[in-house]
């Protein structure tokens, strides 16, 4: 018997962390691996069978964020490096741990800070050490019925 080849294309869904992956696949991008049911970043002596994109990869490719933090106030004229400075080393430190949590943007616009992130724990860790660095107000708010969140962060004095 012939192997039917008009079988269907597996579906995939990146976004859906729930779902299994193969033990083994690595992303080409970032050289994540998937292993024991999470991706995580390769130690010596790991094998990598075959690429496949992580779903922070995914993410960033499809320009399709989990989080978004937004920056604003008058503080922030005085203090935007220091500010851009904690945010980057707060992603540096989650991306460390987990290849998931990636920033796909970091924007500036009418002198507000976009960022937008693979990850809404990410996007509320950056939003709670602003606020326990900087205090101001922080707001957070969630979508309904999908997995995202977005964080406003505002000060003015
Ligand atoms: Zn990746």
Known sequence: MRLDRTIQPKTYDPYNKGKKSTEG???????????HGRWKWPDKGDTFREPHLCSACRRIKDRFPAGEVLVSGKYLNRHRNEIVNLIQN???EEENRSPLKKVISLTSENGTIRVSLTDDHLARHIG???????NGDLEVKY???ERFVRLYWHRDE
């Open 25 to 35: 696949i690595y992303c080409p991008q970032c050289r994540a691996l998937y292993q």
């Open 90 to 92: 707060v992603i540096t």
């Open 128 to 134: 709670e050490a602003l606020h326990k660095a900087y």
């Open 143 to 145: 979508s309904e019925g």
